[in-house]
């Protein structure tokens, strides 16, 4: 059997070669005293957020036994991972259950109000459609 070579971990030998090592500063700007963590604010003021679509709120009640479901659907470039935790906080704020179904979200019974303010909190814009 041939002996095989061994990568050393101790910083010995650097274990490639860097491209950029041999670069130089020299010539560059300085860089920023400091990064701004937030964005600085418009000239008018406050930042308005960003309105992230129109979404659906709907009451059903045909073909759930006669139970009342509010349905809100129509979200448009939000994941299931998204939509899951609106559905927690839908379903702490109504006190009721809950779950997503085929990209939409079903809140037991008829709590379009305190699912429309939860929709705006998250820069939804909501609208009661027919239902």
Same mark, same amino acid.
């Given at each position: 059997?041939?002996?095989?070579? *061994? ?8 274990? $490639? +070669? ?7 500063? @020299? ?5 920023? !005293? ?9 000239? *008018? ?11 659906? &709120?709907? *009451? ?5 036994? $006669? ?11 939000? /994941? ?11 379903? *702490? !704020? ?12 079903? &809140? ?5 109000? @305190? =699912?429309?303010? &939860?929709?705006?909190?998250? +820069?939804?814009?909501? =609208?009661?459609?027919? /239902?």
């Amino acid at each position: 059997m041939s002996k095989t070579a *061994r990568i050393r971990t101790d910083g010995g030998q650097t274990f $490639g +070669h860097n491209p950029f090592d041999a670069l130089s500063s @020299e010539g560059l700007p300085p860089a920023p !005293a400091s990064s701004p963590t937030e964005p600085a604010p418009s000239a *008018r003021g406050a930042v308005k957020p960003k309105n992230r679509g129109r979404v659906d &709120i709907i *009451r059903q009640k045909a073909g759930r036994g $006669g139970k009342t479901v509010t349905v809100v659907k129509g979200f448009i470039g939000i /994941g299931l991972p998204e939509k899951e935790q609106l559905a927690k906080a839908m379903q *702490r !704020a109504c006190g009721t259950g809950g779950t997503v179904k085929d990209g939409q979200i079903e &809140i037991q019974g008829d709590k379009r109000e @305190e =699912v429309a303010r &939860i929709l705006t909190e998250a +820069h939804f814009r909501p =609208v009661f459609a027919g /239902g």
